[in-house]
């Protein structure tokens, strides 16, 4: 932890159960301020769930979540503005289908944040140039392709101004072409200094963009890293495996 005195994240000693099945197991992860964390693993490891748990979207049984030093709301207002405060962006994009992508970016500062509506419009403006969508602003989504529609679910995150941005698996849904456009965007973003936890299969961004690698299988954290240190002394058989596996294709 290098970056701040206190985590803006902090989970402790998280359990989660579907039915029988144990998909968290006593997880402990301390996220600074302006860190980026890429979490890996093998499917069914947990990756999701854990990015899920961290605003709510999953409930836990037993363990603590604090943001920004402030525990996390089982539910009503004092989630919803908790919420507010974790951008989301998701494999599927989730815009709404009958809303332009202007009007998609503007919806939360408008309804949440209480944002006037020629201010909202020019900070989603501001946010598609960043994305590389501005042109696209008065189209519907079905009219851009995966690549743009992540983008712009992207932007529509941080006109939020959230704290700190989850990514589950953005890239898993779309076409080997639009995934380092999106990737692009997340590294800019990640160099930006915004607070990141990635849950993604893409080991170059991994790589290139992270500050800190977390490896999980069955549901644990089993060894967390440099990327550097990671991807060439992996300390753990469980993720010399994994890396085995995956880096000789």
Do not use: Y
Request: charged share 25%; glycine share 8%.
């Amino acid at each position: 932890m290098t970056h701040g005195s206190t985590p803006l994240l902090e989970m402790s000693h998280v359990d989660k159960h579907f039915g029988e099945l144990h998909v968290l197991r006593d997880i402990n992860l301390s996220v600074a301020k302006g860190e980026v964390v890429v979490v890996i693993g093998p499917s069914g490891s947990g990756k999701s769930t854990l990015c899920r748990t961290i605003n709510r979207l999953e409930t836990f049984e037993s363990g603590s979540i604090t943001i920004d030093g402030q525990p996390l709301p089982e539910e009503g207002k004092e989630l919803a503005r908790l919420r507010a405060e974790v951008g989301m962006v998701f494999q599927s994009f989730n815009l709404f289908a009958h809303k332009t992508i202007l009007e998609n970016v503007t919806l939360g500062p408008i309804k949440v944040r209480k944002m006037g509506r020629a201010e909202a419009e020019a900070k989603a403006m501001k946010l598609l140039e960043r994305v590389g969508v501005a042109q696209q602003a008065a189209k519907l989504p079905a009219q851009l392709s995966g690549g743009q529609q992540q983008r712009v679910a992207i932007a529509r995150a941080l006109a939020m101004d959230p704290k700190i941005m989850l990514f589950d698996e953005p890239t898993s849904a779309l076409d080997p072409e639009m995934i380092n456009e999106v990737l692009d965007v997340m590294t800019n973003l990640a160099k930006s200094g915004m607070t990141m936890v990635v849950v993604t299969h893409e080991m170059g961004f991994a790589r290139r963009a992270a500050d800190r690698v977390v490896f999980m299988a069955d549901g644990q954290i089993v060894e967390e890293n440099t990327p550097q240190e990671f991807f060439t002394n992996a300390q753990s058989a469980r993720a010399q495996d994994f890396l085995a596996k995956i880096l000789t294709h």
